[in-house]
């Protein structure tokens, strides 16, 4: 089973950038697909960003693409999201997801494991 624990949120001015890690414990890492979500205050949970195991597959929420970029190291069994440009609607509480294979899917019901989450901030 695998774990995970994200890190990297806080408070940044809009334009600013954040790196966000989560990382995963678990020998089977490397054969999982990996998403980031968010959630703010009053909506619902949603995908921002997916990376297959193999790091030859992304997607992205068209609100984040061309600002943010997702990345794993399944070395250090770390998957990243590089957010850059960032605006006050992008504050969230973000959460790192793991499938058991298959293609990146967007529906938070397709994930297994997820971490607790880590809060961002963009003020404007």
């Known amino acids: 089973q695998v774990q995970l624990v994200e890190s990297g949120g806080g408070l940044v001015q809009a334009g600013g950038s954040l790196r966000l890690s989560c990382a995963a414990s678990g020998r089977t890492f490397s054969s999982y697909t990996m998403g980031w979500f968010r959630q703010a205050p009053g909506k619902e949970r949603e995908f921002v960003a997916g990376i297959s195991w193999s790091t030859s597959n992304t997607n992205y929420a068209d609100s984040v693409k061309g600002r943010f970029t997702i990345s794993r190291d399944n070395a250090k069994n770390t998957v990243y999201l590089h957010m850059n440009s960032l605006k006050p609607e992008d504050t969230a509480v973000y959460y790192c997801?793991?499938?058991?294979?298959?293609?990146?899917?967007?529906?938070?019901?397709?994930?297994?494991?997820w971490g607790q989450g880590t809060q961002v901030t963009v003020s404007s």
């Open positions: 997801a793991a499938d058991r294979g298959g293609p990146i899917a967007i529906a938070p019901g397709a994930y297994d494991r």
